[in-house]
């Protein structure tokens, strides 16, 4: 959801698409199909709306984020990130986003690690946070990220 409230992003994984409903429940438009364009999904699972009206999508299938303008229309922006195992801005089955407004934090889910990306790409300025373990500051699987005023929730499953 915007922050107005007044428009609803879902993501629909098994038809690789986003839809946009008002507060009703109407649904209003339909953004994206299966494939790997810049308009194109392959099942994605996350959503993050920032304060400035960007809609980052985690576009798990493809490895990326699809970043949109929503100010006003649902304009595609830009895409950053690929499949990877090592390098900072790749990804491996990401299932979790969030943003708090400058940042993107990124589940990365099969590389047992968070990655923290800036809002406008490159994919290559991403931190990586973590890796496989169960000492403090690893991760088994982080699947899940929200975010709060104080601070960033990852789930782990």
């Known amino acids: 959801m ?9 993501i629909n994984e098994s038809y690789s698409r986003i839809e946009e409903y008002n507060s009703s429940g109407i649904l209003q438009a339909v953004y994206g199909k299966f494939g790997t364009g810049n308009t194109e999904f392959n099942r994605p699972q996350g959503l993050a709306i920032d304060s400035a009206g960007m809609l980052y ?22 895409t ?25 934090y990124i589940a990365d889910t099969d590389n047992n690690r968070v990655q923290k990306c800036p809002g406008v790409g490159p994919a290559a300025s991403c931190v990586i946070w ?9 991760f088994s699987s982080p ?14 499953m």
């Open 143 to 156: 699947k899940e990220l929200r975010l709060t005023i104080r601070a960033v929730i990852i789930g782990c």
């Open 2 to 10: 915007n922050d107005a409230g007044t428009r609803i992003f879902i």
């Open 130 to 138: 973590g890796s496989l373990g169960i000492a403090d500051g690893r």
């Open 80 to 104: 950053w990130g690929s499949y990877g195992i090592t390098d900072a801005g790749t990804f491996n089955n990401p299932t979790g986003i969030a943003t708090d407004g400058t940042s993107v």
């Open 57 to 78: 999508v985690l576009d798990t299938g493809n490895n990326r984020v699809v970043r949109y303008n929503t100010s006003s229309t649902f304009v595609f922006d830009t």
